[in-house]
C-alpha cells in the first residue's frame, strides 16, 4: 500500500463547465454548457462572479444527472482566491457537506480524487468536486488588477475565467475512475511566478514517473497523457525532462492550458492556468470523448504551483504538485446510448 | 449513506503540538511537545515561522510513533496563510504525497477526517494530518501587523500560535476515531470579522443536532463535547442555540479557545481561535485523557469562518463550518500500557 497508486472504483456521472468570453472565442468553443461573454455572471465583483460560476456549474451537472443537491453526499472544492472564497460563497446554496481544498491548480484532479475515493470506499453514495478560478480576480490578487494593463513575461500564462463540476458515484455510464497517484510536493528552485509552467513541470514528472514505474505501463498504453496547465513552457519542459528518464510522451501528450486558446490569434503568451482550466477542458471536451469511446485511457494531471505573493515577495521558490487520475471509458455494454 | 455519520476505524497512532510563547504561558503549559517563547522558531519571516511549526510538529509526531515520513502514505495540511503557504512550505521537506485543505479555523478535524477515511477504508496505511496558525502571520494578513498596536475589540479572538500533527492508522492502541460528520456550510448573515464566534456558532449547532437526530445519542453520552475556537462568545451562543432546541450540552461542553489561555491575566479578549487551537489543545491535553482512559467519549467539532479580507471588504458575510469527530477511549485491552 506504500504510497502506491490508489485503486478506485468510480463514475463520473456528470459534468458540466461554465466559461467566460476569452475561453468561449477559443478552439473549444462550442464545447462548454455555460459562458457569459462579459466574464461577471451578473455580479458587481470578480470575486462573486467567481462564486457565481462555481455555482451555476454545480447547478448544471445536477440538472444533467437529475441529482438534486440532497442526493450528494459531499463537495470538494477550491478555487484560488485567498482563503478559498469562491467556493465557500459559491457552493453556500447547496447546503450539501462541504471539503475546502487547496492544491492551487491541481485542485481540479485533487477534488475529483478525493470525491472517488470517498465513493469508491463506500463513505459517500455520491460526491461532487468543483473548482474555478477567474482571470480578473486572480490578476488583481497575484498580479496587478487588469485596468492597469500591465506588461506580460513571454513565460506568462493566461489565468481561465472558468468552474467546472463533475458528479461521481458507483452508478451510471461515464467514464470510469480507475486509478489515482497523489502528487508529491516539489520545489527545484524556481522562483519566476511568471513562468509558473517551469515550476510545475518537475511535479509532474515526478508523478508520471512513479506511475509508470510502479504501474509497469508505459505512455504507449494510453490514448492521452493530459496536463492541466504546464501552458507551452512547463509542457516543453516535462517532455524533455521524462525524455532524460528515458521516457517519451511527446506523441500522447496533451496540455488543457495549450488547448483552450488560439496561442496565434488570443495573445495568452504561454497558454492557459488556473484551476479553471484543467476542469473545463477535461469536462467539456476530453471526458466526452471517453464516453463515446473516441479515448479508451486518459492519464489526467493537475498540476499546481502552491506559493503566494507574499512567499515570492520574501524570495522563496515555488512548491509543486502533480496529482494523477487515470480515466478510462464506459464498459462497452455500459455505452450503448452512445452506439 | 445519505450525508448520514461515516463509520471509521482508526486510531490516532501518534500527534504532536508546538507552540509560541503566550501559549507557553497558558494554563496547558505543561502538555505542549515543543514552544518557541520566541515566535520565530529561528525564521526571519512570521510566515516561515508557521511553515517551521508545521515541519517540527509532523517531526516531533513521527518521532514519538518511531515512523519515518516513508512509512505515511498521505498528509492532509491547511493553515490560514494565503494560498496555505504554511502548509506548503512547512511540509515540503518529508517528500510525503500531499492533500491541501482549506476549512479555516475546521481545518484540524477536516485533516483528520480525511486521513482518518483514507486509512479506514485501506486506501492508505498511515496518514497524516498537520495543521497550524501564527498569531503575527495571521494579524498582518487579516487585520494590522502587530506592530500597528491596533485596538482590538473585546468580541475578537486572539489567533493561537501553534501547529499539531497526528499519524493516523489502522494500528497502535490511541485514541480511536469511530465517527465522523462532514459539515455544512451555514451563515447567518454575521459579518464581524471581530465576532468570528457569533458567525461559527450556528455552524457547530447544524453539525450538532445532525449528529444528535441522526445518532439518537444525547449530550449525556459523551464525557466531553469540545468545540474549536468558538471562544467565550461563540460558545455560549452556541450552547444557547441548542437549547432553544431542546439540547443541553452546557454540563459536557468544552472549547479549545477558551482553554488554552488564561482569560484573567492574558488579555485575550474572547479566547483562542486559529487551526492550531483547536488542533494543539487536542492533540496536548484531550487525546492523552483518552488514551488513558480518563475520558472515554468526546465529540470533536472545529469550526471555521470561511470569509477572506477582499470578502468582508465588499460587504458579504461569513459562512462557517463545523466538521465533527467522535473520539474514543482504546479499548481497555489495548490500554495496558497506561494500566
Redesign the interface.
Known amino acids: ?3 502506491s497508486i ?1 485503486k478506485l472504483k468510480s463514475n463520473v456521472i456528470a459534468a458540466a463547465t461554465v466559461v467566460g468570453g476569452k475561453e468561449h472565442e477559443g478552439p473549444l468553443s462550442g464545447f462548454f454548457d455555460l459562458c457569459d461573454p462579459e466574464d461577471s455572471f451578473g455580479q458587481d ?1 470578480w ?2 462572479s467567481e462564486s457565481e460560476m462555481q455555482r451555476r456549474a454545480l447547478a448544471v451537472a445536477m440538472k444533467k444527472s437529475g441529482l438534486a443537491a ?2 450528494i ?2 463537495v470538494f472544492a ?1 478555487d ?6 469562491g467556493s ?2 459559491g ?2 446554496d447547496y ?10 491548480c491541481s ?1 481540479s484532479a ?1 477534488s475529483i480524487m ?1 470525491a472517488a ?2 465513493t ?6 455520491r460526491a461532487a468536486a468543483v473548482t474555478s478560478s477567474h482571470n480578473c480576480s486572480a490578476e488583481r ?1 497575484f498580479r496587478t488588477p487588469t485596468e492597469y494593463g500591465g506588461q506580460r513575461s513571454p513565460t506568462a500564462q493566461w489565468t481561465v475565467t472558468g468552474a467546472g463540476a463533475y458528479i461521481v458515484g458507483k452508478e451510471g455510464s461515464g467514464a470510469r475512475i480507475t486509478e489515482a ?5 516539489v ?1 527545484k528552485g524556481i522562483s519566476d511566478a511568471s513562468n509558473m509552467g517551469a515550476a510545475m513541470a518537475p511535479a509532474a514528472m515526478d508523478t508520471l514517473v512513479r506511475y509508470f514505474t510502479e504501474s509497469g505501463r508505459a505512455p504507449r498504453d494510453f490514448d492521452m497523457i493530459l496536463t492541466g496547465d504546464l501552458g507551452y513552457e512547463g509542457s516543453s519542459i516535462l517532455c524533455e525532462l521524462l525524455k532524460n528518464e528515458g521516457i517519451d510522451i511527446s506523441r500522447v501528450h496533451s496540455d488543457c492550458g495549450m488547448m483552450i486558446y488560439n496561442r496565434e490569434t488570443q495573445d495568452v503568451h504561454s497558454g492557459g492556468s488556473g484551476c479553471g482550466c484543467a476542469a473545463t477542458v477535461l469536462g467539456a471536451y476530453v471526458l466526452p470523448k471517453l464516453e463515446r469511446g473516441e479515448l479508451s485511457d486518459v492519464l489526467f494531471l493537475a498540476t499546481g504551483a ?6 515570492i515577495q ?1 524570495g ?1 521558490s515555488i ?1 509543486s ?1 502533480a496529482h494523477l487520475l487515470h480515466l478510462e471509458a464506459p464498459k462497452k455494454e455500459d455505452r450503448k446510448l452512445w452506439l
Open positions: 500500500m506504500k504510497r490508489i465583483t470575486e462573486k440532497e442526493d453526499d459531499a477550491g484560488l482566491l485567498n482563503q478559498c472564497v465557500a460563497y457552493l453556500l447546503g450539501i457537506p462541504y471539503f475546502g481544498l487547496y492544491g492551487a485542485t485533487e478525493l475515493t470517498l469508491s470506499g463506500g463513505f459517500a453514495t490578487q497517484l497523489p502528487g508529491i510536493a520545489d502552491m506559493m503566494s505573493p507574499a512567499s520574501q522563496l512548491p504538485i
